[in-house]
């Protein structure tokens, strides 16, 4: 509201004009005049419309000085409120109401100077008493006054009745099979769908939109009203979660574009903005947002949530939590579909259309499918596809008719490593086992993750980098002697301090060996905290490193984690957690 | 029982105080919401002893008590009865709304609109936004009305006839109070005066009502053999509510299929043939006017959803017919002409 005050400040010309005042006068008096399904639809048309001209009266009521002064400049003003408060259609909506409400409230004058607004205040409260308290139904009175049943309670149940018979209605089935001339029972589905336009936010009404969002679509008359599908998608990101249960939303976003692009919005700025968010939350966060569910029962739902995660990614490449999203996001909804499969099968290629045919079950199959003895070949064959890959790019890249396709197929093999980043992971936990011999493929996999283009040809510093922070990390986990070299801690803390002149491997790349270390290599676990704490304070990583136990921990409890003593991980996970804990506490006391 | 009573008092000149007092300029949320509160809790009261004469009559006289004191202090003030009680939430709201001491901030709470309510339904959800949340639901009834109220009997009229039934029930099953039972009807049917139509449809649907015990069923009997003594409003229902109510009626109760055949026999000799409209007219200050054609567009309709009647029915019209003189030319008994368009 202050902000709308400021704009009026700097521009001189006011919001309202009298045209447009005449306009919606207007629009009030024929609305009020005939109830026919016409002005009835019409109304519903121009709902949100009025909504943004209430608000706009709003302000100018809120800026002039008294009621008088209002009245002076819009003098239809209460004629116009008036008339509203006796449309139905404008009441039942919850925010026209509370817009209306504040209107009027508006031209309310707690000491009231002179007659106007005596008349004005005496008259807004005997409108506000009627609409809340008049009842004209003689027959109704009776019946509640003899029964014994109070006109709130009356007026619930009369509500409830018509939801029901409309869901009735509706619930027959149509066999006209696409014959337009054929007349079935679908025409009520528009209408009906209309006329729940200003009912989207009442909770009496969830189940009956619900239907109306599940009927299947049998017939070429069964559409639902454009204006209702716009009006649920824009209350549904107005308030967090209507009355609707999940079937409606999933229903919902299968009908209506933007409101599955809301959703898939509010889930990345949720997890864009909160810190600190442990891999558990992210994923139940993703579960209670139902679109894993969602996607599992349309596959249209997936390709859209996917396209929209991949444009994401191909604009910012390096945001961890988002990679971390899609990873968990794939994962549940792969496993959901699992639960339906029984009912349709999909093919992988329809749901990952663009992704290089070839790795796409290699990469999809999870770690705990195969044995752990198989991991090794199985990375070293997903590192040489992928590198094959890269390498047809960049030899392709002074060749203008096959680069651009290259870049796509580069991208895609990429996103697909994003989707089963569990691959990815368990490179890491093998490459705290390797030997110097063997790293050099996992190495390579898990710099590609972290630095899919190759800008400048700098992935083969980035892997030497790599190579160098994976020996550091080698030899001071093995040291036994303590107190620890100071030097190699420090290299250590320098390479994982990011230095974006040079290019050097990802701090992250570094950081997630460093904890896969920590939990994995055979090192008491005194002296593994003791390095990692050291390392993760002198670099300042304490939130990441948090993230990244917490990651490893989601994967030990999905059982992708496979070792052999699943038990001491987890303790050891645990203990590093708690040491990563009381950091966070230590350096932030604010926050406590 | 005695703490009882004093809240019921209480609760009384709460309403006096709520409608009439500048006191409630005083007043905060906490207040306004405590008020709620005891409104809620009389609201209780009443349900639970509404069919308990004794404790009836007890409450009665305290209510009566705290009436007079009432009256004394506030002029012109509105006695609150038992039955009042029911609605007492209804009554405070009534008070405090039209109370021109109400401060706009106790108002603005109670329109307050800020968000939709999300809790579940049958919950209490608090003073704010209570009207705010009755406009809601008084607007989407509305909106939604249109829709619905092309089914036979209306939504409206099917709730009342729900709450018609459950009452009736409630009356009956206290089997020394038949007479309260018909005085409930009564009453209703006097406080319809000026809806008759509407009452029509609230009888139907409360008869319509599928029956899943034996309450119900004795309390639709008990409905069935209660308008067959108010001829006059029989007669409306005949006439007045679509073809379709009416058959499915005459399927499912017997006594008013039989009832109807009356209607429509009186109907019918009540008629006389005038030679100038070539037609029979209804004489008589009869209310309900009811042409030849659709007299018999109601016998043939009910011969054809109730097959068994139509033996009995030719041979009581054979009757009639032979006692006006047995005479095959039109015009001469309306029982003739009736006949021969049955039996075609």
């Known amino acids: 509201m202050s902000q709308l005050q400021i704009q009026l400040q700097q521009t001189a010309e006011p919001l309202l004009n009298v045209q447009e005042m005449q306009f919606w006068l207007d629009k009030a008096v024929a609305w009020g005049q005939a109830d026919s399904p016409d002005t009835r639809k019409d109304t519903c048309l121009h709902l949100s419309r009025l909504r943004d001209f209430l608000q706009q009266l709003l302000t100018h009521i809120n800026n002039m000085n008294s009621t008088t002064e209002t009245m002076k400049t819009l003098p239809f003003l209460g004629q116009f409120l008036g008339r509203l408060c006796w449309n139905p259609y404008v009441t039942a909506e919850a925010t026209s109401r509370r817009l209306l409400f504040q209107c009027l409230w508006g031209l309310y004058t707690e000491h009231p100077g002179n007659a106007v607004e005596r008349k004005a205040n005496q008259w807004i409260r005997k409108v506000l008493c009627q609409l809340a308290t008049e009842d004209d139904d003689a027959a109704a009175q009776t019946l509640m006054k003899h029964t014994g049943v109070p006109p709130e309670e009356y007026h619930l149940k009369v509500l409830r009745k018509r939801v029901a018979l409309l869901q009735q209605n509706i619930g027959k089935s149509c066999s006209s099979l696409g014959d337009i001339n054929q007349r079935c029972s679908c025409d009520s589905l528009l209408a009906a769908s209309e006329a729940c336009v200003p009912l989207v936010t009442c909770p009496e009404a969830a189940p009956l939109i619900g239907t109306l969002l599940q009927q299947p679509v049998t017939c070429v008359r069964a559409a639902l009203s454009e204006d209702f599908l716009d009006a649920l998608s824009s209350a549904y990101s107005r308030y967090q979660r209507l009355s609707l249960e999940e079937q409606a939303v999933v229903s919902l976003w299968y009908h209506n574009l933007s409101s599955l692009e809301e959703a898939v919005l509010r889930l990345l700025e949720c997890v864009l903005t909160k810190t600190g968010l442990t891999m558990q939350k992210l994923k139940q966060r993703l579960t209670e947002s139902l679109l894993p569910k969602a996607c599992a029962q349309h596959c249209s739902i997936f390709l859209v949530v996917n396209d929209i995660f991949r444009s994401i990614l191909k604009q910012a490449e390096g945001t961890e939590s988002v990679k971390y999203l899609i990873q968990i996001f794939t994962s549940c909804f792969l496993r959901e579909l699992d639960l339906l499969q029984h009912q349709t099968s999909v093919p992988l290629k329809a749901l990952f259309p663009q992704s290089p045919q070839s790795l796409l079950v290699p990469l999809v199959t999870l770690p705990s499918e195969m044995p752990q003895e198989a991991w090794r070949h199985h990375l070293n064959w997903l590192s040489g596809s992928l590198q094959r890959l890269t390498e047809e790019e960049e030899e392709g890249d002074g060749d203008s008719s096959s680069s651009t396709r290259g870049h796509h197929n580069v991208f895609d093999a990429w996103f697909l490593l994003v989707q089963c980043a569990h691959w990815v992971q368990a490179a890491v936990q093998l490459l705290v086992t390797s030997g110097p011999e063997d790293c050099g493929p996992l190495m390579w996999l898990l710099t590609f993750y972290h630095h899919p283009t190759n800008r400048g040809h700098h992935r083969a510093l980035q892997l030497v980098h790599a190579k160098e922070a994976w020996d550091h990390l080698r030899s001071l986990f093995s040291v036994v002697a303590r107190p620890l070299p100071v030097d190699r801690l420090q290299s250590l803390v320098t390479l994982l301090s990011s230095q974006p002149q040079r290019p050097s491997a990802s701090p992250l790349l570094i950081l997630n060996l460093l904890v896969n270390f920590a939990v994995f290599f055979q090192q008491s676990l005194s002296g593994s905290t003791e390095i990692l704490q050291t390392v993760v304070e002198r670099s300042g990583l304490v939130d990441e490193a948090a993230c990244v136990l917490s990651s490893l921990e989601l994967r030990l409890n999905e059982g992708s984690c496979l070792s052999s003593d699943a038990n001491r991980v987890h303790l050891r996970i645990k203990a590093l957690q708690n040491t990563i804990t009381h950091m966070c506490a230590a350096s932030s006391p604010a926050e406590n | ?344």
């Open chain 2, 1 to 344: 029982m005695e703490a009882v009573l004093r809240n019921l008092a209480g609760t009384a000149e709460l309403l006096a105080v709520a409608g009439r007092s500048g006191v409630v300029e005083q007043w905060d949320e906490q207040t306004l919401s405590r008020a709620f509160d005891w409104a809620r809790y009389c609201e209780h009261v009443f349900t639970r002893f509404h069919n308990n004469p004794g404790m009836r009559r007890i409450m009665e006289k305290q209510l009566q008590l705290t009436n007079q004191s009432l009256q004394a202090v506030f002029p012109a003030y509105t006695d609150v009865s038992f039955s009042d009680l029911s609605q007492c939430q209804h009554l405070l709201l009534v008070g405090l709304l039209s109370n021109p001491e109400l401060p706009s901030s106790i108002m603005k709470i109670l329109f307050d609109s800020m968000s939709p309510a999300n809790t579940k339904q049958s919950e209490y959800q608090g003073v704010s936004g209570l009207c705010s949340r009755i406009i809601q639901c008084k607007s989407a009834c509305k909106v939604l009305s249109p829709l619905t109220d092309v089914s036979a009997v209306g939504a409206d009229a099917e709730v009342q006839g729900a709450m018609l039934m459950e009452e009736l029930a409630a009356l009956l099953s206290q089997s020394s109070e038949a007479c309260r039972a018909e005085h409930f009807l009564d009453s209703v049917l006097q406080g319809c005066d000026g809806a008759a139509h509407h009452f029509c449809l609230v009888i139907a649907a409360a008869l319509l009502t599928t029956t899943n015990s034996a309450a119900q069923t004795a309390s639709q009997d008990f409905l069935l053999d209660w308008l067959q003594r108010k001829p006059s409003e029989l007669q409306h229902m005949c006439s007045t509510l679509p073809a379709t109510l009416v058959i499915d009626l005459s399927k499912r109760h017997l006594k008013f299929r039989d009832a109807y055949c009356v209607v429509l026999k009186n109907w019918a000799s009540d008629m006389e043939y005038s030679i100038s409209d070539g037609e029979w007219v209804q004489t008589g200050t009869n209310q309900t006017s009811v042409s030849f054609q659709r007299l018999t567009e109601h016998f043939l309709a009910l011969l054809e959803a109730c097959p068994s009647l139509r033996e009995g029915v030719v041979k009581e019209l054979n009757v009639l017919k032979i006692s006006d003189g047995d005479f095959d030319v039109r015009g001469l008994s309306v029982w003739g002409d009736l006949l021969s368009i049955i039996n075609k």
